[in-house]
């Protein structure tokens, strides 16, 4: 048998779900309708120096580079740190990427 807190229980449960669902959902419409003026601010603050495909390019050998450094370093080589790597890889390479389009 279901007792009442158990029912409480669910019913708080589905209030703080729905209010969750909804605050994503209105922040995934917040970011849709700043889209084109965080574009308009990135191409202006961007695009004179380096360029992003240029930066890119450039970011995704150096992060390759140093996380084979860092793989290789850490002891149990490539494939024993794999996951750790692939989320580091994301992290890294976007870092790199904006900070040379940026700086450069």
Do not use: C, Y
């Amino acid at each position: 048998m279901v007792g009442e807190s158990d029912n409480k229980d669910k019913n708080e449960s589905r209030k703080i779900a729905i209010v969750l669902i909804s605050l994503a959902l209105l922040l995934g419409v917040a970011i849709m309708l700043m889209l084109p003026a965080l574009s308009e601010v990135v191409a202006v603050h961007f695009a004179p120096g380096l360029g992003l495909k240029t930066a890119a390019v450039i970011s995704f050998f150096v992060t390759v580079a140093t996380l084979l450094v860092f793989a290789f370093a850490s002891g149990d080589g490539l494939l024993g740190e794999i996951q750790f790597i692939l989320m580091g890889f994301f992290g890294f390479f976007l870092v790199f990427w904006l900070m040379i389009a940026w700086i450069f």
